[in-house]
């Protein structure tokens, strides 16, 4: 094991995963059980437009700087200092790899597309039992912090440092300890816990279902390029579908 505990480097190492541990999952949970204020209280403010678009702005660019510190920076440190990686050995770890990446788009459209047919199914078989669309989505929630193009913007980013920490960083350490079916299933559990902090169920099972196909294709294809890929798709696909239906639920409000 690479890991020692006289190593000061490695301690502080050990202690910005245990604080990624914290945010990233501990956090989410303490909110969905009412410890802290989910994004479903945030109130939106009455605010010039241009404070508007700087308050937005920031708040981006600081969503964007943790989510990359955390879930990037974080895990090439202990790659360098801990298992002693070079830059390049990083990548291969990671999965990141150029090498058949035709193959890992294929795959990642394929999944991306399996993935939007399940959730929908899903989604449709929940409205007929009596669910509301609201409880079955996050994009209500971010509408209260973003508009329309930040949400584009944040959904095409962050996917990158999600597939880097729990199917590149996360994986690699699991499978190499329990083998990649157990890989698989632990990282979708705790990427579905990652998105408890809208304090909704099914933004949290959508996650763990869309983690068990992604996970697969990483297995299947030892390519990280292709979950990213098909995060990035699913994403978009999802938040165009519902601007369009945005658009045209108040285009018919005008109407009527």
């Known amino acids: 094991m690479d890991f020692n505990i006289k190593n000061p480097l490695h301690i502080l190492a050990f202690i910005l995963l245990i604080i990624t541990f914290l945010i990233i999952i501990v956090l989410p949970i303490l909110t969905f059980i009412g410890v802290f204020p ?3 209280s945030v109130e939106t403010q009455q605010i010039s437009e241009s404070l508007r ?3 937005e702005a920031i ?3 600081l969503q964007l700087i943790l989510v990359f510190g955390l879930l990037v920076i974080i895990p090439i440190f202990w790659y360098v200092i801990v298992n002693r990686c070079k830059l390049k050995e990083v990548f291969l770890r990671l999965k990141l ?7 890992a788009f294929l795959w990642g459209i394929l999944a991306a597309v399996i993935i939007f047919v399940i959730i929908f199914t899903v989604e449709i078989i929940l409205i007929r039992l009596g669910q509301t669309p609201q409880d079955l989505s996050n994009i209500p929630d971010l509408q209260k912090l973003f508009s329309w193009p ?5 959904v095409a980013i962050q996917p990158i440092a999600e597939e880097i920490f729990f199917r590149g960083f996360l994986f690699e350490k699991i499978e190499n300890f329990a083998g990649g079916a157990i890989a698989i299933f632990i990282t979708a559990f705790l990427f579905g816990l990652a998105h408890m902090s809208y304090g909704k169920i099914f933004p949290v099972v959508m996650p763990i279902l869309m983690g068990l196909i992604l996970g697969f294709i990483v297995y299947k294809t030892k390519n990280l390029f292709s979950s990213i890929i098909a995060h990035i798709v699913f994403n978009i696909t999802v938040l165009t579908l519902a601007y369009v239906g945005y658009e045209l639920s108040k285009d018919l409000s005008l109407i009527l």
């Open 53 to 55: 678009a700087i308050s």
């Open 150 to 154: 930040a949400m584009f913007f944040l």
């Open 59 to 61: 708040f981006l660019i």
């Open 97 to 103: 790899k150029l090498e058949n990446i035709d193959l």
């Open 38 to 40: 989910s994004t479903q």
